[in-house]
Structure formats: C-alpha cells, structure tokens
C-alpha cells in the first residue's frame, strides 16, 4: 500500500484543517477510505457517542497537486485506515498562519503513521520553517471493510438551499435542552419550516424563497398542486451537527424523505463536500 498527497493552496489547507476540527469535535475515532478518485472521512453513529452519521468527500484531482495511491490489491483498490482526529488537528493547526505546501504521507514508524510534512511561515520573521509530525493511525484489515460502508447520499423528497446556517444555528442550540425532538418541513415551492413543541409552547422558524434543488414527489401533495415532506428527527444530534462545524461557507443544502430521514449538506468548495444524515425519531 502507498498514499501520497501534497497540497499547495492555501485555501484548499485550511478547509481541510476546518473539516479536521470539525470531525474532532464529533468523535475520538474517524474512517478515512482513501480510493484514487476520492478520499473520504466517515463519522459512524456507533463510535459509543450521540454524533450523528457525518462525512466528507474529498475530490483528489481538485484538491492535491500531487497524488499518489496504491491499494492493497487489484481486488480490493483501496486503503482504509482509521484515526483520531483530535490528534490529526493538533499535527495541521500551523495550516492555520500559511504554508508553502503540505505533505500526507502514509509511513511505518515502528506503527503505521499519516506523516504530515508542512513549510509554514515563521511567526516572527519572514522565513519558512519544516514541521513534520506523525499522526499514528489503524490499518484496517479488509475482512473487515465490511463494517465501514461508505454512507450513500439518500433521494431525498425535496432538496432545498438555504444562504446562512446562522439562524438554525443559535435556535436549535436553544432548544437542545428544551425539547428531545425537532420537525423539519419542506414544500416544493421553496418554503421550509422548523417547528418544535414544548409542554408550554410551539416554537417554529419559516424559510421562504429558497432554491428548490430536487423535488422526487413522492410526499403528500396539497390542494395548491405544491408536494410537502415532513421528518422528526433527534434536537441533541442536530445541535451536535451545527455546533461542532467549523467551516466557513455558511450556505447549506436539507434534504428531507418523508418520515425517514433529514440529510444536510455543505459544499465547501467544487471538490469537498459534508454530509451528514439524522435519522427520524418516533414517539
């Protein structure tokens, strides 16, 4: 096996070191599958925490300038590994001030190893400094692959997006420790509402004007011919979903499947993508 990427813009080094903070926040143990068109971080449900099913896609032709890979064989292509990302942050949080280039590099320290090789900018002159850090990961061995599926992007009912995560944001955080459960509904003429009820109130926030992606059709249709899709989903793991992000494009994209699930979706940029699926609760 063989794995290595280099990076030269800035920008692309400091998404990728959001997208690591960001899966720090989530879990202590993260799926990286690193294949020759994409290489993927996966956040499971049952990683022992309340985290929400979260990952990202990583366009390898758009984001490195230099990228090598081999897998383990002609059967099986791929390299799984897994890792702690809060150690991954601490290696690339000098991404942070600029860098010439990053290096990733899979290595065998005494232990398998991503080395994280950087040039960054000294804080008090003007010179470039090396960093090289190794981040010790797990090499996951293919029987057993099949428990760490990459997660599909569902076919939502309707697919809208929305120009600020701001407000959802602070009011799903309000109500995290008010109420165990949260509504999202969505109509295919662009409208989406957030409700929630409490033994006191019912506290909703609309959207209107929003651009409708996809709409397969397959929820309720109203008398005005629009079609509707409704989902209830868990507050906690929405809450935990938004507070842990630490990207900076506030645009982000909710699909909603009728009763099943609400998939939420950020595009960093034409090649990084974050998804992230709450499954719907009952009661």
Known sequence: MKFRAVIHDQHVMKELLNIILTLSKLTKKCIMKISSKKIHFIVNEDTGNTSPLVWTDVDTEQNFTEYLMEGVNDQHPDIMLSFNPIHMARAITALRTGAKYCKIKLTNVQYPCLTIDMEVQSSLTDRYRQI?????VDVIPRVDWSSFPLPEVPNAD?????????????YIDKLKNHSPSITFYAKSNGEMSVATETELMTITTRYRNLDVNKIRGTGKR?????FEASCTVSCKKMAIFFSSLQLSTPEWSCGISADSLVHLQIDVNNGLTVHSIIPAVYF
Do not use: A, E, K, Q
């Open 132 to 136: 090289v850090h190794d981040v010790p």
């Open 158 to 170: 309707i697919f809208l997006t929305l120009s600020s995560n701001r407000t959802i944001r602070s």
């Open 222 to 226: 109203r008398d005005s011919g629009t």
